[in-house]
T-cell receptor, first 109, second 116 residues
C-alpha cells in the first residue's frame, strides 16, 4: 500500500461547482499535512496547511480525519483558474515530506 | 514566502556524461533539503532527504552512486546525475525546509533534464 494515496482524476467540473478531493495516508504517526497545487510544468506551491480542527481560506476548506487517516480539500464556486493538479503532502517520521500522486482538476467554462 | 532557487532550469546532456543541479535557499537556512523526480503526468517521487553536514538518506530503489547528493552548507544542496542515460530524463525538483514538521517545504523551480 502506498504511503499517501489520491484519486488521480481528472475531475472535470463546470465553473461555479463545488468539488472535493480526499487523500488517505498509511502512517498513523504522521505529524503534519498540507495541500499543494501544481500547474503544468511548474513547481508545487503551498495551497494550505491542514489542521486537526479544520481550516478555511476563502473558497478552500481543508479537513483532517486522524481516525480514518485521510485529509480532504473542498473547493467552492470553482473558477477556471482553479484548474491544476492538487497534491496532498504528509509529513512523517524525520520530517519526510511524502506526496500523493495528485488529483487533476479541470474547471470548464 | 521563502525563496528556493534551482539551477539550471533546463539541461540537455549526452549519454554517459554527468550533470550537476544546484538548489539554494536564498533567504533562510535550510536544515533539510529534499530531491524529487517527476515523470510526465506522474507525481513527485522522493529520491532522497539530506540534512546539512550529513549523508543523504536515499529512498528505496534510488541508486546513491548514480545520484550523488551533497548538502555542504545550510543554503546549498547539489544533485549530480552521474553517467546519465536517456531513462534519467525527467523533471528534478528540490525543496527545502528549516526543519520542523509543521513547516511547509519551499520548492525550487525544477530542472528539466534531457539525456540524448
Amino acid at each position: 500500500r502506498k504511503e499517501v494515496e489520491q484519486d488521480p482524476g481528472p475531475f472535470n467540473v463546470p465553473e461555479g461547482a463545488t468539488v472535493a478531493f480526499n487523500c488517505t495516508y498509511s502512517n498513523s504517526a504522521s505529524q503534519s499535512f498540507f495541500w499543494y497545487r501544481q500547474d503544468c510544468r511548474k513547481e508545487p506551491k503551498l495551497l494550505m496547511s491542514v489542521y486537526s480542527s479544520g481550516n478555511e481560506d476563502g473558497r478552500f476548506t481543508a479537513q483532517l480525519n486522524r481516525a480514518s487517516q485521510y485529509i480532504s480539500l473542498l473547493i467552492r464556486d470553482s473558477k477556471l483558474s482553479d484548474s491544476a493538479t492538487y497534491l496532498c503532502v504528509v509529513v512523517s517520521g524525520t520530517y519526510k515530506y511524502i506526496f500523493g500522486t495528485g488529483t487533476r482538476l479541470k474547471v470548464l467554462a | 514566502g521563502a525563496v528556493v532557487s534551482q539551477h539550471p532550469s533546463r539541461v540537455i546532456c549526452k549519454s554517459g556524461t554527468s550533470v550537476k543541479i544546484e538548489c539554494r535557499s536564498l533567504d533562510f537556512q535550510a536544515t533539510t533539503m529534499f530531491w524529487y523526480r517527476q515523470f510526465p503526468k506522474q507525481s513527485l517521487m522522493l529520491m532522497a532527504t539530506s540534512n546539512e553536514g550529513s549523508k543523504a538518506t536515499y529512498e528505496q530503489g534510488v541508486e546513491k552512486d548514480k545520484f550523488l547528493i551533497n548538502h555542504a552548507s545550510l543554503t546549498l544542496s547539489t544533485l549530480t546525475v552521474t553517467s546519465a542515460h536517456p531513462e534519467d530524463s525527467s523533471f528534478y525538483i528540490c525543496s527545502a525546509t528549516w526543519g520542523t514538521a509543521n513547516t511547509e517545504a519551499f520548492f525550487g523551480q525544477g530542472t528539466r533534464l534531457t539525456v540524448v
